[in-house]
């Protein structure tokens, strides 16, 4: 079975949040259950593209409005990461640094798609699957069901996992001549509001789409920025496939980021060595436990309340723990956790900006993960804490009520909330300063985590049989 995932992130080459993560891992777990996986993102001017080799496998021009774009496609050589990865390279659209937020990233994602479609039209066997991944990709359900020139496509299954359904892609109907000719009929499946949404083309127009875990399918129906009646009247086509984590990149027993790895058997001192390091690197007392944040700061995370709850939690618990957030994102929360650090030196730091290396320091050496989502899809930094014996603090949400189960509960492991406000944060970070004082407990709760399979082998399975059952 030939399958390819279309993608506008793919770790190691180009990550921003957990998409990255997830396409640079399911495709390696899928091949090694016997699928044939390609992997097809933008061609990103970054580290990965400069220190490969690649070559070029297909060099034609497509058209985009009134403009023709000579564009290639580069395969990296090796397959070192498991899967044959290939990046579509447009001069002057897609051979920039950044993966996200240019003035014309409309142009870019509609560019790569319409690359992407004239590549696949010349393919000697059709593959057996196309898989597409977030907004960025969502116009390609909706041109290989309804675009003329793509009608010899039109059988190939299309599938759209949704990692993030705040994130639509709209824009105006201006730009509709970017777009190759469609049946007339078909535009009311590209409009959603008076405007050209390719989140909800792709749901109307795949053969299949799925969520990133089940209760984020659920809860897409109640809450999904303006598309709750087209995921009610969609809902068949749907299912929930929670991710998974890769374990070769993701493992405290041979993560070459840690102070010393460590496994189940040795986790105290593994977690202790490790928080040794982090605290001597950020000026905090070893014996207090160790709240972290990691992830975007925007709404979403619930990064707005971090400020006001941090600040509660160090004049409240009065220094009984420490606290460190890595993140970046909007530049109000930014400033606002960067002024913290003048009053609270001691109980307190932060880095704002993003730092792959730091995150694993952190999982380690942490000792509990605050998670405070207004909305999660899934989460993978509860999963990558509890592969670290890291207790999780989760407002129980999408994947993280799908995966976290609270300590009251008689196999639980996690410290879960339902309210999202600042009392909650605090009184969750209260309880887990009082947990952290019964050592038994804690070392009970983090072999419990250290157990869960969380791994990609199962997910990566139920996808293969999605793929099966539209043959
Ligand atoms: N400043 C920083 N420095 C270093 N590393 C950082 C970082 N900020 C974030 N990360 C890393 O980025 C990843 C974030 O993953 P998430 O799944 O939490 O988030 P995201 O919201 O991007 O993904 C969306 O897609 C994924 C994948 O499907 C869903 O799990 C999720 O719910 C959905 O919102 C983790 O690997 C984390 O360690």
């Not at 068949?236 to 102070?259: A, E, H, M, Q």
Request: aromatic share 12%.
């Amino acid at each position: 079975m030939v399958v390819i995932h279309l993608s506008a992130e793919c770790y190691p080459l180009a990550k921003v949040g957990g998409l990255g993560d997830v396409v640079g891992a399911l495709p390696k777990y899928q091949q090694e259950l016997g699928v044939t996986a390609i992997v097809v993102t933008p061609y990103y001017d970054r580290k990965f593209a400069r220190d490969n080799e690649f070559e070029v496998v297909y060099e034609s021009e497509v058209r985009m409005g009134d403009k023709n774009l000579p564009f290639q496609v580069l395969k990296e050589t090796t397959d070192k990461l498991g899967f044959h990865l290939h990046m579509i390279r447009i001069p002057g659209l897609l051979d920039r640094s950044e993966i996200y937020s240019y003035p014309d990233e409309t142009e870019q994602f509609i560019a790569f798609q319409l690359a992407f479609l004239e590549w696949l039209l010349k393919f000697k066997d059709n593959p057996d699957i196309v898989h597409c991944h977030d907004h960025h990709t969502a116009l390609v359900p909706y041109l290989m069901s309804h675009g003329f020139k793509y009608r010899f496509l039109s059988t190939i299954p299309a599938i759209l996992t949704i990692h993030n359904g705040q994130y639509q892609g709209w824009f105006g109907w201006d730009k509709f001549h970017y777009l190759p000719e469609t049946d007339p009929w078909t535009r009311g499946v590209l409009d959603w509001g008076g405007a050209i949404n390719p989140l909800a083309a792709a749901v109307k127009s795949c053969w299949k789409y799925t969520t990133v875990s089940p209760s984020y399918l659920e809860e897409l129906k109640e809450s999904s920025k303006g598309l709750e009646t087209l995921f009610v009247q969609e809902e068949k086509k749907g299912s929930g496939i929670l991710n998974g984590i890769d374990t070769d990149v993701w493992n405290p027993v041979t993560d070459p980021l840690l102070t010393l790895n460590y496994s189940l058997d040795n986790v105290t001192k593994g977690k202790q060595e490790n928080k040794r390091a982090l605290c001597k690197e950020f000026g905090f007392t070893l014996s207090k436990p160790l709240i972290a944040f990691i992830g975007r700061l925007v709404d979403e995370k619930g990064a707005d309340l971090l400020p006001a709850a941090i600040e509660q939690i160090l004049s409240v618990a009065k220094s009984k723990a420490s606290i460190l957030v890595l993140g970046s994102g909007n530049p109000a929360i930014e400033d606002q956790l960067a002024q913290l650090k003048e009053t609270y030196k001691k109980d307190y730091n932060v880095y704002i900006g993003y730092d792959e290396a730091l995150s694993h320091r952190i999982y380690a050496g942490a000792d509990f993960l605050l998670m405070p989502s207004r909305v999660e899809p899934c989460g993978l930094n509860q999963l990558y804490a509890m592969k670290y014996g890291t207790i999780p603090i989760v407002r129980s949400t999408g994947g993280l009520k799908d995966s976290v189960i609270d300590a009251a509960e008689p196999e639980g492991y996690g410290i879960c909330f339902p309210e999202l406000d600042v009392d909650s944060i605090v009184a969750s970070v209260t309880r887990a300063v009082d947990l952290y004082a019964n050592t038994s407990n804690v070392r009970l709760l983090r072999k419990r985590m250290m157990l869960l399979d969380f791994s990609w082998n199962r997910s990566a399975n139920q996808y293969i049989d999605l793929y099966n059952s539209l043959k």
